[in-house]
């Protein structure tokens, strides 16, 4: 005798893996709840990647008036209206919320509001009710990491959700511990709104993961734009004064301290897994010493009608990742063949200009053995790039050396995220470089630097000496 139970699917989480899970297991004809104790879109809609690109690209803007002078063309004084920055930061968040929102109701995903734990492994309480489901999947995502002796008070020692709040006035000095991602998009946005920003992190190389060169590129863009950045350098503590924030820095090589002051410290030193409240041991689902809910390749955990998605699954901590294994794990409940199996995901500082790539960095290339050739297009030699104002960057093409197979795209320049939609579509379809070559790409685009690099692997570019 089959047992019943309320739901065919209960998605703990309403991040982007979850509603991503949610929506996908009601197309497959499952019948759906998903329960989430804050707001719908987890991090990425509300205080991740949706409010940071609005503020970049509203930094951008006051760079991109100031440049035009360049070109003719002067405007005004400038004014900052930072309340209304921040309503409309605040509006686009409200409107892609609401859109989930509208989608669960459409593909008739219920909604449960509240904090969901485990009672046992088919059994979960969400907020007052209790539901029981055939399957579940755990998508409760992530939370920022912390660090002893800066306690965050998200006004003048902030995370990345009180960095969100552009302050009035824009402090005056800004510190980012931590030369990730999540630390240069802030620089990059508090650098723009008038701040004097440095970055401090703590290893010998800044946006860890990404290409070396790659890397170089971009921290000479980011200090032509007036950013300080010190490497091998770690916070040790922080003091609230009347005149700033007086944060202890030490040079982890030499051991030297340094008091320095500022107006906001923004502490991003990388995320936790969140399980919080989750009970999962009342279910016997396995959770590491790192708060991590491992899962096999089709999103299962050890229990196995017990699925898990996003960054509480793994790194990379990505939304596009997260999204992908929800799909996952609903196909795989709705009994479809499916599996995480990308060659690669993609990964981007979307700072101006961007730092971009998918596959492998020349360095983990020849760690894994390949003999690999490489191509480099500057942007500096792109027609487009220069009517664009922004020829910082490059476009870098790792390569097997014999097959001429593509292994990694690396680039540093304006859209260089849409531009990996084109590389990552290439490293799945198995493409040469050739291939890339042989490709008509639209000119003047952007897009030709990838035909380019592709043809400065052969030697055989044509804006360029081929050395
Ligand atoms: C500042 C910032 C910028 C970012 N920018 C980007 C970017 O540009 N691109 C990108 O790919 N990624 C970006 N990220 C990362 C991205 O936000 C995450 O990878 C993504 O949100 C993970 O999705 P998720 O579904 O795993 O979890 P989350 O988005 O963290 O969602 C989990 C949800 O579960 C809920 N929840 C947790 N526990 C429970 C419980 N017990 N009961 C009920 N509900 C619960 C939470 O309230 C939350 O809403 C950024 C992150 C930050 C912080």
């Known amino acids: 005798m089959t047992k019943s139970y309320d739901y065919d699917v209960l998605v703990i989480g309403a991040g982007p893996g979850g509603y991503h899970a949610a929506i996908r297991a009601a197309q497959l004809g499952l019948k759906v709840a998903c329960a989430e104790r804050e707001k719908v879109g987890g991090v990425c809609l509300n205080v991740g990647c949706i409010p940071t690109k609005a503020l970049l690209h509203a930094g951008e803007q006051i760079a991109a008036a100031r440049h035009a002078a360049d070109f003719g063309l002067t405007f005004g004084e400038q004014r900052m209206d930072i309340a209304k920055l921040n309503g409309w930061k605040d509006g686009i968040v409200k409107k892609l919320t609401g859109g989930v929102g509208a989608l669960f109701k459409a593909n008739k995903v219920t909604h449960l509001t509240g904090q969901a734990s485990f009672v046992d492994d088919h059994t979960v309480r969400v907020g007052e009710q209790t539901v029981t489901a055939a399957s579940i999947i755990i998508a409760t995502g992530s939370e920022p990491a912390k660090l002893p002796g800066l306690d965050v008070d998200q006004e003048s020692i902030v995370d990345s959700t009180g960095a969100l709040v552009m302050p009035d006035p824009v402090p005056a000095r800004m510190l980012c511990i931590g030369g990730g991602v999540i630390g240069f998009e802030f620089a990059h946005v508090y650098n723009n709104m008038g701040s004097k920003v ?4 703590f290893m010998p190389n800044v946006v ?3 290409d070396a060169d790659a890397v170089k590129e971009f921290t000479k863009a980011m200090k032509k734009q007036g950013i300080e950045i010190a490497v091998q350098t770690k916070a040790n503590k922080a003091e609230k004064k009347a005149d700033g924030v007086h944060v202890e820095l030490e040079d982890v090589k030499t051991g030297a301290k340094t008091v320095e002051v500022f107006d906001r410290v923004l502490v991003a030193v990388g995320r936790r897994p969140r399980t919080d409240g989750l009970n999962a041991e009342k279910a016997g689902v396995h959770v590491t010493d790192r708060g991590f809910i491992p899962a096999d390749t089709r999103q299962r955990s050890n229990v196995p009608h017990i699925y898990v998605v996003g960054d509480v699954a793994s790194n990379p901590m990505l939304a596009h990742k ?3 294994e929800g799909l996952v794990a609903a196909e795989v409940i709705a009994g479809k063949p499916a599996e995480q199996d990308a060659v690669a995901i993609p990964g ?20 894994k053995g390949y003999e690999v050739k490489t191509g480099v297009f500057p942007l500096s030699a792109s027609g487009r790039a220069m009517t ?14 014999d097959t001429d197979l593509l292994l990694g795209v690396h680039i540093v320049g304006p859209h260089a995220s849409d531009l990996l939609g084109e590389a990552g579509l290439a490293l799945e379809m198995a493409a040469t470089a050739s291939d890339i070559a042989l490709t008509i790409h639209a000119h003047p685009t952007l897009g ?16 360029i000496m081929n050395r």
């Open 448 to 463: 030709e630097s990838v035909l380019e690099a592709a043809e400065a692997v052969h030697k055989q570019a044509i804006h």
């Open 322 to 324: 997260a999204m992908k």
């Open 198 to 201: 440095k970055v401090i992190e």
């Open 388 to 401: 664009l104002q922004q020829t910082d960057g490059f476009v870098k093409m790792v390569v097997e050396k």
């Open 208 to 210: 860890p993961g990404a």
């Open 348 to 367: 981007v500082v979307y700072t101006s200009p961007e730092l971009a790539w998918v596959g492998l960095t020349e360095q983990e290339a020849r760690d």
